[in-house]
């Protein structure tokens, strides 16, 4: 009755749209922020699944500008003089409007041309309510729905807010287009444009104008003098020195965002969304691509549930499992013809399987990844991301192996075993004084007159000091001796000596069933 009656109650062109397509309808009538989460979103099938992530793609932050004079009256109230004072042209039509702020093109006294990009009036405010909502909202469906739980929407928003509060602070901007310079000094064909200090702020930031053709087909590149295929090679192997030399890269590789001014020069714009690769994650990158190429699916399996934290109730065989046919799949042809977009959406795909979530950092990482492929695409060249990647990709296995990073590992193990040992005393003397004055007690007393209790909770200590010991062993949870986790031998030996006193008493105990028996021949005989 209640579907008859939603079905003549509700719009026949609701009805029919899929899932990913109300999701983005509801984003798009909620405004810029809403929209600039669902971009995000669309980078994290894992999370939405890959038919809402594909559907989320199409989303586009297109705001318009602000009325006549409004940016440059913010111009004025934020360099504390008048507009021609602090340039010697200044355009008040909006060159293009984008979704925190609008650009205007300028001229410096020297006669430098210039672009000033301005906050959007209300933008900040209307970012910090939004976020504020967006907060509100992850918890309650947190603590509402078990399953979104899973996917930790709290988090999702807060690295989403960390984000937007980076979009609205345009000090951040010229701070990442100071450091992108700093990198490439020595590279004279990336040109970065230059920031001009003296006259931005947080609100406002002025940089180099860069004039140039467009990344957009094979005959506009062919026409700047450029060869098509060594110009994918070498927008991508810029990507690749930003991602494993310098650990920061330009977050958002579309066409738009580069300009090629001649036939030997690449620029790239926009560096309000930027990744940073921490050396942490480069070392489970590392440990990720050796366990491919080795295909161990033991060490992969281990490596991913570090990386995502999975929820207890993950299947932890079905996932080895899932993840052993991935390799099958996808990683058995040659790096030339690796499939990028199979690779990482089926990835995806099989995180969002077994309600698992891939760290933000890595997610944006790999989605740089496929859009590299993706330029190539765009103007008609093969050029595969993977080849390019093979020196690389042999550069971390040789590190990874490398004798003075072995040397520092063992320093390291060092180290931790002498604050172990140091810290031991003093530890246990704490714990013992705990328990002398009843602060911390164990209390565990299970006693039958058959024994029959303690031999079955003997057998539960046992079995579970094994599989804890197994556990550990396998992850190499430090601190280690001889390539042994310690935590992991001792629960061995717990497991052990309560498994031999378990035998013990097997065979000098008689159960009441036993004596019950004996006592039944007795009486026959």
């Given at each position: 009755m209640f579907g008859a009656l939603r079905g003549r109650a509700a719009d026949p062109r609701l009805v029919g749209l899929t899932q990913g397509e109300r999701l983005r309808g509801v984003l798009v009538e909620?405004?810029?922020?809403?929209?600039?989460?669902?971009?995000?979103?669309?980078?994290?099938p894992d999370v939405v699944g890959p038919d809402v992530a594909r559907e989320l793609e199409v989303l586009q932050a297109a705001v318009p500008p602000d009325p006549k004079g409004v940016a440059q009256a913010l111009v004025e109230a934020e360099l504390g003089m008048p507009v021609d004072e602090a340039f010697a042209a200044f355009d008040p039509d909006p060159l293009a409007s984008g979704s925190v702020a609008q650009v205007h093109t300028a001229t410096l006294h020297?006669?430098?041309?210039?672009?000033?990009?301005?906050?959007?009036?209300?933008?900040?405010?209307?970012?910090?309510?939004?976020?504020?909502?967006?907060?509100?909202?992850?918890?309650?469906?947190?603590e509402r729905d078990q399953e979104i739980a899973q996917y930790r929407p709290s988090m999702l928003v807060g690295e989403f807010a960390g984000m937007m509060r980076s979009a609205v602070d345009l000090s951040q901007e010229m701070s990442n287009l100071q450091q992108f310079a700093a990198n490439f000094a020595g590279e004279p064909d990336v040109v970065i444009p230059k920031a001009y200090?003296?006259?931005?702020?947080?609100?406002?930031?002025?940089?180099?104008r860069i004039r140039g053709a467009c990344f957009t087909d094979r005959a506009t590149v062919a026409a700047t003098g450029w060869d098509v295929d060594a110009l994918v090679q070498r927008a991508t192997n810029i990507y690749l020195e930003m991602i494993f030399r310098d650990g920061l890269?330009?977050?958002?590789?579309?066409?738009?965002?580069?300009?090629?001014?001649?036939?030997?020069?690449?620029?790239?714009?926009?560096?309000?969304?930027?990744?940073?690769?921490?050396?942490?994650?480069?070392?489970?990158?590392?440990?990720?691509?050796?366990?491919?190429?080795?295909?161990?699916?033991?060490?992969?399996?281990?490596?991913?549930?570090?990386?995502?934290?999975?929820?207890?109730?993950?299947?932890?065989?079905?996932?080895?499992?899932?993840?052993?046919d991935w390799l099958n799949r996808y990683l058995l042809a040659g790096v030339a013809?690796?499939?990028?977009?199979?690779?990482?959406?089926?990835?995806?795909?099989?995180?969002?399987?077994?309600?698992?979530?891939?760290p933000a950092d890595l997610g944006l990482l790999f989605r740089v990844l496929l859009r590299l492929q993706g330029l190539g695409q765009s103007v008609g060249t093969d050029v595969q991301v993977t080849e390019l990647l093979r020196p690389y990709v042999q550069q971390a296995a040789a590190k990874r192996f490398d004798p003075r990073r072995l040397a520092q590992e063992a320093a390291r193990t060092a180290r931790s075993w002498e604050r172990f040992i140091g810290s031991f005393p003093q530890e246990m003397t704490a714990i013992l004084e705990q328990m002398r004055t009843g602060e911390l007690g164990v209390d565990f007393r299970v006693h039958d007159a058959d024994g029959v209790t303690d031999q079955l909770v003997d057998a539960l200590i046992a079995s579970a000091s094994l599989l804890a010991a197994a556990q550990l062993l396998s992850r190499d949870k430090g601190p280690s001796i001889g390539g042994l986790s310690v935590a992991g031998l001792i629960a061995a030996g717990v497991g052990a000596a309560t498994w031999q006193r378990l035998a013990s008493q097997r065979q000098g105990h008689r159960s009441a069933v036993s004596v019950a028996r004996s006592l039944i021949r007795m009486r026959r005989a």
């Open positions: 909620l405004g810029t922020t809403w929209v600039k989460f669902g971009q995000m979103l669309s980078l994290r020297d006669g430098t041309e210039v672009v000033v990009k301005v906050l959007h009036q209300g933008a900040e405010r209307e970012v910090a309510d939004d976020l504020a909502l967006m907060v509100a909202l992850a918890r309650f469906l947190e200090p003296e006259v931005s702020t947080r609100r406002i930031l002025t940089m180099e890269y330009h977050a958002d590789p579309h066409p738009g965002n580069f300009l090629l001014p001649d036939g030997s020069h690449l620029a790239i714009l926009d560096f309000g969304d930027v990744g940073r690769v921490s050396h942490q994650r480069r070392e489970q990158l590392e440990s990720l691509v050796i366990a491919g190429v080795s295909r161990d699916v033991e060490s992969l399996t281990d490596t991913v549930i570090e990386l995502t934290t999975p929820p207890p109730d993950t299947d932890l065989v079905q996932l080895r499992s899932d993840l052993d013809h690796l499939d990028v977009a199979g690779i990482i959406d089926s990835g995806m795909s099989l995180m969002h399987k077994n309600h698992m979530v891939m």
